[in-house]
């Protein structure tokens, strides 16, 4: 299964932007990019996903690289609400197996 | 607009009691439901998924099965509970283009 690789924690001042890294080097064809996120005490909650082209919504916007190795998630403006485990995955379409890995921390501070 | 529910929120259990928890979805036909554990400061471990009733597909070898008896109905079962069973359990449904998947609160299992 092709996995990815996410740093275990990340720090960010409240109203300022966040750019949280996911590498996926072995990704296919046929992967597309999911980024949830958890809050303390919740289930997850879908952010954006993507396949090839960059991805805009009212939560965040999704950067892809060209060859599809990596991605970005950006937060345009952190807020204290944003505190959370965010997770990359990669999931192939039609596909009902999506594995979790252990994400991204992600600390704002006021 | 649709909703998930899981029950009870927190369960603590002693071990080798069996156990019984429920999922349900309101607001969509046939979905794709999916069973979750989060082990402590861990990531979801997958466990089991259900395209239809009575279809289950497991994920992980364990002591725990799944049955879905109605469309909207999925139910996490054990005989007999280990201290490693305990979790923060979650159920998930998606609908059938397999975008996105809507999770529920979950439950927390202690097993003593």
């Known amino acids: 299964d092709a996995k990815t690789t996410q740093p275990n924690s990340m720090e960010s001042n409240e109203e300022e932007p966040v750019h949280l890294p996911c590498n996926h080097s072995?990704?296919?064809?046929?992967?597309?990019i999911h980024w949830y996120r958890q809050l303390p005490s919740q289930g997850p909650e879908y952010v954006i996903h993507?396949?090839?082209s960059n991805v805009n919504n009212r939560m965040a916007s999704l950067a892809i690289a060209e060859d599809r190795k990596s991605s970005t998630l950006i937060l345009h403006r952190a807020t204290l609400r944003d505190a959370a485990v965010y997770y990359c995955?990669?999931?192939?379409?039609?596909?009902?197996?999506?594995?979790f890995g252990a994400g991204t921390r992600l600390t704002v501070k006021p | 607009s649709q909703t998930i529910h899981q029950w009870p929120a927190t369960l603590v259990q002693p071990v080798g009691s069996p156990l019984s928890l429920e999922c349900t979805v309101e607001?969509?036909?046939?979905?794709?439901l999916y069973w979750y554990r989060q082990a402590a400061g861990r990531g979801l471990q997958l466990l089991f998924y259900?395209?239809?009733?009575?279809?289950i597909s497991s994920e992980v070898p364990q002591n725990l099965s799944a049955s879905r008896p109605q469309d909207r109905q999925f139910i996490l079962s054990s005989k007999k509970l280990l201290l490693s069973d305990s979790g923060f359990y979650l159920c998930?449904?998606?609908?059938?283009?397999?975008?996105?998947?809507?999770f529920g609160p979950g439950t927390r299992l202690l097993v003593l």
């Open positions: 998930a449904w998606e609908g059938s283009f397999q975008e996105t998947q809507y």
């Open positions: 072995t990704i296919s064809g046929t992967d597309y």
């Open positions: 993507g396949l090839t």
């Open positions: 995955i990669l999931r192939v379409y039609n596909n009902n197996d999506m594995r």
């Open positions: 607001g969509t036909s046939n979905p794709n």
């Open positions: 259900s395209v239809g009733i009575g279809q």
